[in-house]
């Protein structure tokens, strides 16, 4: 019945960087301070604001993923700290290596 669970923070580490590295590659550094300075067809003008409304929410989710990668972080060092704890407490000598 016993079984053992296991998180192998290695590799969640890595995961996380690489997620961090892909989040940060978004390209979101379009200028918007253009102008159509030679229509006022609306439809341009519409699309125009849309586009930058959108960049801005672009924005926003960049930092939304980039603060829940820092809180996944976060959590599996408190895991891994607790995990050591648990272990100690219980008096467990070996320690979880990834094959």
């Known amino acids: 019945m016993s079984e053992e669970i296991t998180l192998q923070y290695e590799s969640l580490q890595q995961k996380i960087n ?50 829940d990668m820092d809180m996944l972080e976060k959590a599996t060092a408190t895991i891994q700290q607790k995990d050591a704890q648990l272990s100690r407490s219980y008096e467990i000598t070996w320690e979880y290596r990834p094959k």
């Open 18 to 67: 690489a997620l961090k590295k892909s989040i940060s590659q978004i390209d979101d550094n379009i200028p918007t301070s253009n102008t159509f300075q030679t229509t006022n067809i609306e439809p341009f003008i519409y699309d125009l604001e849309n586009f930058r409304k959108s960049l801005e929410l672009l924005q926003a989710y960049k930092k939304v993923l980039h603060h």
